[in-house]
């Protein structure tokens, strides 16, 4: 039997709901998603927490993402399998704000995460309760990124996890994974392929799918992104937050942190314009957001080497589109020259070396800049979803004069 | 003019002392090694601190190795180049210790540093110093990790940074370099070759030489590593630390450390016991232990494809020695198959994925247990001085089963 903690000493979390129909199920249970297909989400009791946790609170807290851990869903401390993922830095780029138009501009730099990106958050969260629930294999689809973050949380925790992947995915992903013992398949095709691979691996083989939204705890480990930022902002929220998007599942949890932060009465007035960058190539959103829909088609031939960005149907899409219209955000495309001279002026400028993912952004933001989209004076904070260290081809081998010897 | 800080509330810097003559030198200038030859190292005004910094003071402060800024040696908080460097995990790997016959192993993630090593401890604090005194141009001699470090504060900085390397350094390094915009010099031959070139070009072209131990700052941002330790236990301290060890100088500054640490009255009781794991192709610390010697010979034909663990004479090697000797210390040396072994073991176990310098220090614990070097009942803090994404060909190309499409 999982008992229900305290609020304030250990997880809040109620129940689930189905963000379609709204019915309600059973946290305490390994769950999908609903019968009527729409994902579930984790609802917290708030209320009483509000009551009972000043944010205050938190400060004296160890320096990862469990410092949420009542607004997280794992019940007992002992189920947490953590590398001390999150609480990532966040700080100044100034050299590069002033190249981009802007006085005041922030990375919330991910690459510091086990793995090297922020996909260890949700996979720490979603192994830690998928295990507490008693899942024993655990299989999803993927650009790369998250099936080598399951791979390794999945080690740690000593669970099976079945990964499927792009045949193009990088080779430092294939090897982590090896290392970590997962069973990989790669599929020719996208990652909507590996997820096919995957659902029907789940009805023959019994494995649970963990694939982005297929269970309702991964969005809980990528919201706490959200809480980092306003509380190293000391409680303010910044004018907007700028993603790098594939799936884009990243900007829907960050809103439900948002929103979760403001019923906790630990945020007050407007939320943040929450905004996406999608590659020229794989670009579903940003059609969607141009037609002003709710929804998005599957994009054809979807291309970029930005491996992270090439996810031609969101499930969740219209979670994300949500988000960006609620908060008066937007969306912008970049090409994938674009991206390279943003990985490059990153580097040049700050010394950080961004994955191509996060290189999308530094274009992303001089168009919403030049197109008046994002005023000069903001405080904007850019996404480093990603450390450049995962993606050697991504950038040119250079040729140094050989000297001696 | 620069105002010295009163202590609690900057700096407490105080002077620098020559390590084999004891001479005292100016903190406030420029300065490389003494002119008897030997390093410099920083002294604070401890006594003074001891009386107004209580360690519980910390606990609210940010997490990255700036929390002692006392102990370190920038004057002005406006001259500190930062990326939010240190404060890296440290956490149980229990299965992985379980394996090598230890009830309780803790690794220290030096991996979660900006550029994935704990190198951007040293850059950071060397940079921001060498900039704040007015170096315009900084070079230095490296296996890639530090030059990489260094390349990507300086860029931060907006200095310039000449770094030179052997030939066969890490791909990603030289990407990285490159995209910072130093100036890369390539040697035919080993760290020592690199070095005598940059100790060339500081005589002919006036560039301030921050090679190992050849400026005085460098070792204070690696002492930190010594400082989140004991803080991260609650201020007490494990009976081991195992660091992979080439130059060894992250020994003599975490002992430098510990020494301040019992200054300062933040710990008591005995000292951990300082291990370093070599190389068994180039293991000069290993030779000198075995023959009771506190100074190291050169050695020739240096070679494992541990880069950072290729350093055939170390410029401060009676420091690393002499620390080893104080904390009853020993070392220890292993083949590359072994590391190769041990960077499966940890990612099998634990999902970490450590560079090749790293994972030297799996089969070296496990060769302390087994002679009883280390009790089965001991704390042991072991080092991840680097993250496992760096060295793509450390790791062997799985083969994966391709499916549909």
Chains 1, 2 share one sequence.
């Not at 099936?147 to 079945?162: D, I, L």
Request: charged share 20%; net charge neutral.
């Amino acid at each position: 039997m999982i008992e229900h903690a305290k609020p304030g000493t250990g997880s809040a979390l109620d129940h689930l709901e189905c963000v379609k129909c709204q019915r309600i199920h059973d946290a305490d249970k390994l769950q999908n998603v609903c019968p009527c297909g729409a994902p579930l989400v984790a609802r917290y009791r708030l209320a009483q927490l509000r009551d009972c946790l000043p944010r205050a609170a938190l400060a004296h807290r160890p320096s990862n993402m469990w410092r949420y851990r009542e607004l997280l869903p794992v019940r007992r401390t002992d189920s947490i399998v953590s590398m001390q993922e999150g609480y990532t830095p966040l700080y100044d780029v100034p050299r590069l704000g002033a190249a981009l138009g802007l006085g005041h501009l922030l990375l919330k730099d991910e690459g510091a995460n086990p793995g090297g990106t922020f996909k260890a958050r949700g996979a720490a969260t979603g192994v830690s309760r998928a295990v507490e629930l008693g899942a024993t294999k655990v299989a999803l689809g993927t650009n790369g990124n998250a099936g080598e973050a399951w791979a390794m949380y999945g080690a740690r925790a000593g669970v099976e996890t079945v990964v499927s992947m792009p045949v193009d995915a990088q080779q430092m992903t294939l090897k982590i994974c090896a290392g970590c013992r997962a069973e990989v398949y790669l599929v020719r095709g996208l990652i909507s392929d590996a997820g096919d691979f995957i659902r029907r691996g789940t009805q023959e083989h019994g494995w649970f799918d963990v694939s982005t939204l297929k269970e309702p705890y991964r969005l809980e480990g990528k919201k706490t992104m959200a809480y980092e930022i306003a509380e190293q902002l000391d409680w303010s929220v910044p004018d907007v937050i700028v993603f790098p998007t594939g799936g884009g599942i990243a900007i829907a949890a960050m809103y439900k942190a948002f929103c979760e932060l403001r019923e906790l009465g630990w945020i007050s007035g407007s939320f943040p314009r929450l905004v996406a960058v999608q590659a020229e190539g794989c670009a579903p959103f940003a059609k969607a957001f141009r037609e002003g829909r709710r929804d998005s088609d599957f994009c054809h031939g979807a291309s970029t080497f930005a491996n992270g960005l090439r996810v031609p149907k969101s499930f969740g899409d219209f979670m994300v589109l949500d988000a960006i219209y609620a908060t008066k955000g937007s969306v912008v495309t970049v090409s994938d020259d674009e991206i390279r001279a943003g990985i490059s002026q990153a580097a040049e400028l700050e010394g950080v070396f961004l994955c191509p993912e996060a290189g999308a952004v530094v274009p992303g933001v001089r168009k919403l800049v030049d197109r008046g989209i994002i005023g000069s004076d903001e405080l904007v904070v850019m996404m480093g979803t990603g450390n450049g260290l995962k993606y050697p081809d991504a950038v040119p081998m250079p040729e140094f004069p050989i000297v001696g010897g």
